[in-house]
């Protein structure tokens, strides 16, 4: 009953931003990492079905997409990969402090993880990480750089070493050898699966949970899924641009449409799409869909997410000195 009174209560107060007649109706562009087309454009069409709105969309790597709405880009809300990224845009000064407690669960609606995109009968053997390394192995993932996929497809590598008792010494000969075996690094995750799914280059793809299940998809039975057995906990947050909805007068319908994606409504689309919702009936629902394997937090490998973006990514830092393009 809560979460129905919750669930009347967000949709009031975005039609109560937008009252009367569609025509009148508000835009918003939402800011989004890579492989989230598919899941905001079925959000979108949800939300719109209970109040007057229309709402864009742009998508690409997710460190590149806050430097865009940084630079400019008039995001009303952002929906990008990682806390960095969109904490990058607070310290710029467009969005509030505090913004992650401005909504349920810090302001992450679901959480995913990376797996690995085989070729039919997986011919190679890859099952576990250490597989990735084995001579002849063609590994294709995006830039760690630019991309969120790409940071996290690095972050698993690493912690697959040390989560199993493994120093820090043994996980930066893992990564080395793991990039020389990289052909090349796409600035994002869908760019990735062109490369992998359709150019037919390379062995295995390290991507999305939610992004595999897809590409399988498309596949008609060319690409098969591998869930190694420990991979990192992936947690993508939502935030209002404060700045831009206070130019654009959206605020409460910005506000409103963040919140609509906590409801059960939204949370059964989000684990349709093979997100992992953080509603817990929902996730009991949708059990076979989301394989038990070990997820490790960010906290696991580092002090925070902002520790590990300068530990792993800053200028200079480990990955620029393991990478050489």
Known sequence: MKRHLLHAAILALAAAAN??????????????????????????????????????????????????????????????ALPPDTDAIRK?????EGWQKRLPNDSVPYTSTIVFVVRKGNPKGIKDWPDLV????????????TSGNGKLSFLSAWGSVTQRGGSDAAALEYVTKLYKQVPVLDSGARGSTTTFAQKKIGDVHLTWENEAHLEVDEAKGELEIVYPPVSILAT???????????????????????????TPEAQEIIAKNFYRPINADVLKSHAADFPSIKLFP??????????????FFGEGKIFDGIYKP
């Open 298 to 311: 960010i906290t696991a490998i580092a002090k925070d997410w902002d520790d590990a973006f300068d530990k």
């Open 92 to 96: 710029a000064g467009l969005t509030s």
């Open 236 to 262: 993508p947050p939502v935030a209002v641009v404060d700045a831009n909805v206070k130019r654009h007068k959206t605020e409460a319908v910005a506000e409103a449409y963040l919140k609509y994606m906590f």
């Open 19 to 80: 009252p009367v007649h569609a025509a009148d109706s508000v835009e918003l562009l939402n800011v989004s990492y890579d492989p989230t087309r598919e899941l905001w454009r079925q959000l979108n069409e949800a939300f719109a079905r209970h109040t007057p709105v229309s709402i864009k969309q742009s998508h690409g790597g997710s460190s590149a997409q806050a430097r865009a709405v940084i630079d400019g880009l008039e995001a009303d809300v952002v929906t990008l």
């Open 134 to 145: 084995k001579p002849g192995i063609q590994i294709i993932t995006p830039s760690p750089k």
